[in-house]
């Protein structure tokens, strides 16, 4: 099975191999209730004694909140994340809300919650780009974010548009990425030697 460029080693569901992070989108505004399809397949992500400790804080494009969010971003991502409809923070709490002891797997859930998110938009042809440049400190304090939260990472969503949109340069890498073989990051009994 081959989809776009990608070929699983074993055998999968084109949905992971669907799934990619383009940049190129529209421009074009997002319906509320299509935005929070995507949050609402992130709410049945696994999480550690069901703690859910992931929070979502979001701006849609043309409200004065979006504005706010894309400041955040590097210079990099501002430049194609200007077009998303809807700019995301993800959080995740540190400690369990049962009894406020720590909670080892709050970004790992996290994670978990943002695949759910980024797959339900795939499913639905719609782009869901996540990223790491963004200012983390900033994010905090203006987004009033409490202590005893962590910001783990930011997204872009929003409808797809040709890779035209985008600098030559962005364009040469709007493909979808492959993927280390499995030898290298999935071991039987130990961590091997020689492999980091």
């Known amino acids: 099975m081959k989809i ?11 949905i992971f191999l669907n799934r990619w992070s383009p940049r190129a989108m529209s421009g074009e505004v ?11 397949a992130a709410k049945w992500a696994p999480s550690s004694s069901n703690e859910q400790p992931w929070r979502f804080i979001f701006a849609q494009r043309d409200t004065p909140h979006f504005a706010t969010f894309l400041d955040l971003l590097v210079e990099g991502n501002r430049k194609w994340a200007k077009e998303a409809s809807a700019l995301i923070v993800m959080v995740s709490r540190n ?8 909670n080892r797997t709050h970004s ?4 978990s919650a943002w695949v759910s998110l980024a797959l339900q938009a ?6 869901a ?10 994010a905090k304090s203006e987004l009033k974010i409490p202590d005893g939260f962590s910001v783990e990472a930011m ?10 949109v985008l600098s030559p340069e962005l364009q040469e890498r709007e493909i979808p990425s492959q993927r280390k073989e499995l030898s290298l990051t999935v071991f039987e ?8």
């Open 4 to 14: 776009n460029s990608r070929e699983p080693e074993f055998n999968v569901d084109p």
């Open 30 to 40: 997002l319906a509320k209730p299509e935005l929070m399809a995507l949050f609402e």
């Open 95 to 102: 400690t369990f809300e049962r009894n406020s002891k720590e």
């Open 108 to 111: 790992f859930d996290t994670g």
């Open 122 to 127: 795939s499913s639905k042809g719609l782009v």
């Open 129 to 138: 780009h996540g990223m790491a440049g963004f200012d983390y400190d900033r």
């Open 155 to 164: 997204a872009a969503v929003g409808k797809p548009a040709g890779k035209e």
């Open 189 to 196: 009994g130990e961590f091997p030697k020689g492999i980091e």
